[in-house]
């Protein structure tokens, strides 16, 4: 059953890839002519679907390549994210050297700036399309993580093992616990914000921040610090 689900999935991913391969196509003729469909030229058209096909079998190839219909997506970070980038440049250079290897003869292959802009548009929806069911996951955990029987903890640390912890915590839907704050002693953090919780300031704000927030559970996620500290 598990495995029937990830081909359901990774079939449609493949569908959407498809749906954007052609959108992009197109969106990168008309941004060459200012999005004023009537101002492109038939031959420009016709070359644009003609290579639809092609532009098509490369993306489903390269982003296989890249893992793009293997990873998990509602745990994505910045290496998906740079397989997203490193996928849709090597499709588009692919699909240019395509074009003017197999159509250089013909008197308007295609636009200079529309491999820019194909590339530019390929790369913003598959980001749009990996990254949304993540972003859906994300505003889900957000507003169950409001419940009155959820715990509110403060994180003291706000460095690589509070950036884990507070992710994970914001992220999984079995842990019972609600991130009111953060705290850390490097000042220069104080006002920023980690998976969208703010660090309040240092450790002395500890018992203040414990009545504001209603705080009922401290973690310490500084590996670093000695056991008296």
């Excluded at 959820?150 to 609600?178: C, F, P, W």
Aim: hydrophobic share 50%; aromatic share 14%; with cysteine.
């Amino acid at each position: 059953m598990k495995n029937m689900e990830l081909w359901i999935r990774r079939f449609f991913l493949v569908c959407y890839d498809i749906c954007v391969v052609v959108i992009s196509c197109l969106l990168a003729l008309m941004a060459r002519f200012d999005f004023h469909f009537d101002w492109v030229p038939p031959h420009y058209l016709d070359m644009c679907v003609r290579i639809m096909w092609i532009a098509s079998l490369v993306t489903i190839i390269s982003f296989t390549v890249f893992r793009l219909y293997s990873s998990l997506w509602s745990y994505a970070g910045s290496t998906e994210l740079m397989y997203i980038c490193s996928a849709c440049f090597v499709d588009d250079v692919v699909l240019t050297i395509y074009v003017h290897v197999l159509h250089g003869s013909a008197t308007y292959p295609m636009p200079r700036s529309f491999y820019v802009f194909y590339g530019l548009f390929l790369m913003l929806f598959t980001i749009f399309g990996r990254y949304f069911y993540r972003t859906l996951r994300m505003l889900r955990a957000k507003i169950t993580g409001q419940k009155s029987d959820r715990k509110n903890v403060l994180i003291v640390g706000a460095g690589s093992a509070g950036n884990l912890l507070i992710k994970e915590i914001v992220d999984s839907k079995y842990i019972n616990m609600n991130i009111v704050g953060a705290v850390d002693d490097d000042l220069m953090k104080k006002g920023s914000y980690i998976h969208g919780i703010k660090v309040y300031g240092d450790r002395h704000m500890i018992p203040e921040l414990v009545d504001i927030l209603h705080v009922n559970e401290i973690m310490i996620a500084i590996p670093s610090a000695s056991p008296k500290k």
